[in-house]
């Protein structure tokens, strides 16, 4: 069964300071795994899509990574509007759900001034 | 984004009525999905849809019907709600094989009391 886990459940930083978030999972075979963000209230916005180990993808102060086991989101000086919770999902090669998603729990990140 | 809309953005219902949501997307994609997301759980698949009149189960199908009569279109029924019903349902669609990317409509809050 796939499996996806995200740590820290919740991310206290100060403005600035830089850090990372972590999603380890189990999948058969991996087809892709996603990160969104998601704002109180909000449906969750598409971040990135990394499908092979080694692959990178960055967006202003985001860049993930991805290995063979796990993938960080890097945070590098972070802002106040950065607050948000950020989801990670894997799709499995061999889906037999339609290329659904099977997301982690999330990690709420606060951002203070 | 995909275009998506839900509708309603929130209710609150009794138990044993009936509820239909509504997805409607304006991108003419193929593959639509209905996720209910609960704290301490991870977004979860409810049901999902490869083409008009073609849907499937997901993993939290019990007391969940769909339908799909036109592309842009995906209903998600409640036939007798009960209070385990109680969540947040996000509708989503997936942009294609090249752009395998799944966007998210706003979502439904739904109370049943």
């Known amino acids: 069964e796939d499996q996806v886990t995200q740590s820290p459940e919740a991310l206290r930083l100060q403005e600035g300071e830089s850090s990372s978030l972590n999603c380890s999972y189990t999948?058969?075979?991996?087809?892709?795994l996603f990160w969104y963000r998601q704002d109180p209230g909000k449906g969750p916005e598409f971040l990135f899509t990394?499908?092979?180990a080694g692959e990178e993808k960055e967006k202003e102060r985001l860049k993930a990574t991805l290995t063979k086991k796990e993938s960080f989101l890097h945070i590098t000086a972070p802002k106040p509007e950065d607050s948000a919770t950020y989801l990670c999902a894997v799709q499995a090669e061999d889906s037999n759900s339609g290329y659904a998603l099977n997301f982690g729990k999330g990690t709420s990140l606060l951002v203070t001034p | 984004d995909a275009g998506i809309t839900q509708s309603p953005r929130h209710k609150v219902t009794e138990t044993g009525t009936p509820v239909t949501l509504r997805c409607h997307q304006t991108e003419n994609h193929r593959y639509m999905y209905w996720y209910r997301q609960d704290p301490g759980h991870g977004l979860r698949l409810i049901h999902y849809s490869y083409g008009v009149k073609d849907t499937d189960k997901g993993e939290v199908s019990d007391g969940y019907s769909v339908s799909r009569s036109k592309t842009e279109d995906f209903l998600l029924t409640l036939e007798s709600a009960t209070s385990s019903q109680t969540s947040v349902y996000f509708c989503?669609?997936?942009?294609?094989?090249?752009?395998?990317?799944?966007?998210f409509g706003p979502g439904t809050r739904l109370t049943v009391l």
């Open positions: 990394l499908y092979s």
């Open positions: 989503a669609a997936r942009g294609g094989a090249v752009r395998n990317e799944q966007f």
């Open positions: 999948v058969s075979g991996l087809r892709g």
